[in-house]
Every structure is written in structure tokens, then in C-alpha cells.
């Protein structure tokens, strides 16, 4: 099974028009798009707009080519929109919402979850603690999430965080495989200790609970995305934990996309000018 993974691409039209067509020359069987899938400047509350005038028929087009599109929004992708979101993928057969759930294709089992650890910035809506004794970053200002009426404000945010559950909580109730050696994760946050989650400034901000996940599970294979920057700062796209391979192809202003052969476990990043 040939699979082309990307995230991070943030509405930009250029690089979606691009990915069918890169699909189809590399022979796609599946393709993964990672999160933070719609626009994340200007107005976020019309990202609503966004799935249903422009998304919808990109992902008819994957449908029709047959090629199985898995998918999930991102940290920067408002919750209020998961629904609208969800009703568009279920149109159509091949395309499927991969947030917190399994999906099966042939013998490859596929796991997803968009949950990601607090950062400094003001969007919530999907930000957990890593673990139990997480020790937040300094804030950029009062937390926000998105409800129908706007985004709200959430004036004690380390005392609201403290009421959800942790990563590592969220991934133990992941759904758990039929075959790990067959499994794909598709995860949003990087793990730590592997270069995969260097910022511009030079912080390393990867979950210490998805490693410990990962390297306990030892699936066949991770994808993540969410620091946009790090392989250019890291100088690293791929690493090891134990058998599993983890892959983080980072996403800056050039369209950029991973091959992998599943059977083979070859796999290959390209930077194109789309």
C-alpha cells in the first residue's frame, strides 16, 4: 500500500489544487492530511465557509479518483466546525474524519488523534496537558475556545486545563488495534527527544507521553505535523523509536508531502513550488 502524507496546510488553496495531482503520479492509495486543514488567518469563524464552499469539493474529487482521503481538523481548526466537518467527509465513501477513531484498509490498521499539548498562544480548543505533572509555557494571553456564539474567554486557563483529561490520558483511550505491527498513528504533536519538534527559536516542545506511547506500543509506523518549522531547524524529517518509524515532513511556504511504501517501509519527502 502506497500512502502520501502531509499536514499543516492551513487553507492554502495552492497546495490543496496540487495534492490530487501529486497523488495520482505517486500512485496513492491513501492519502493523510494531518490537521490544521482550513484557514488560519483573517476571520477564524468563517472557517465554516471554507469546508463547505471549498473543502467539500476537494475531497469529492479523491472519491471519485479513488483514493481514500483520511483527514482531521487541527489545533488551529475552531471544534465548533467538527460537526460540519464530520458530515462533509461522510459523504463520501473513501474519505473518512480519522480524529480519535480507527479506520481499516486492507490489512493496515489507521489510528487518529488531533489532541495537542498547551503552547503559549490564545486558541484552546484542543490543548491538553501532556501529563499529569505538566508545567505550563508562559502565555501570549488569555485562552480562548470556540463555542456558537464566538470565542470565549477562559480567564484561569491552567486551573480549566487541569480539569480535562491529559495526553496521555487521550491516547489510552484510543481505540486499541487489531495488529500493532500493521498500525499507522497519525498524530498531530510530535513526540520529544527525537528532533521532530524544534521551534524557530529553539525550543523542543514534543510530548514526553507520546513517546512513552509509541515506544511502549512499538506500532509500525507514526506521522505527525504541528511545528511547521522543525525539520529545517533540526535538520531531521524521520526518526526511530525502537522498530517504529516516526515521520514529521514540516510544512513552511513550499508544498511539501511524504511518499511511503508500506510494504517496503521506503518513504521519501519532497519540497515543491506549487
Partial sequence: MKVLFTTDLHGAKRKYEGLLDVAQQAQADVVINGGDMLPSVGNLLSQGDYITNYLDAHLREFDEAGIYYLCYLGNDDLRIFDEIFEKTCNKYPLVHNLAQCKIEIGDIEF????????????????????????????????????????????????????????????????????????????????????????????????????????????PRLSLHGHIHESPEYSGKWHAKIGNTVCIQPGQLTSFTYVTIDLKTMQFDRHVTGV
Fill in 111 to 218: 489510528i487518529g488523534m488531533n489532541w495537542v499539548v498547551d503552547y503559549p498562544f490564545r486558541l484552546k480548543d484542543r490543548c491538553r496537558m501532556d501529563t499529569i505533572d505538566y508545567i505550563f509555557q508562559e502565555q501570549y494571553g488569555t485562552a480562548l475556545v470556540s463555542t456558537t456564539d464566538g470565542l470565549k474567554e477562559i480567564k484561569d486557563w491552567f486551573s480549566y486545563a487541569r480539569t480535562l483529561p491529559t495526553i496521555e490520558e487521550e491516547l489510552n483511550t484510543l481505540v486499541t488495534p487489531n495488529n500493532i505491527k500493521q498500525t499507522v498513528y497519525v498524530i498531530h504533536m510530535p513526540p520529544y527527544k527525537l528532533g521532530l519538534d524544534k521551534c524557530g527559536h529553539g525550543a523542543e516542545v514534543g510530548s514526553k507521553a507520546i513517546y512513552d506511547f509509541l515506544r511502549s506500543r512499538q
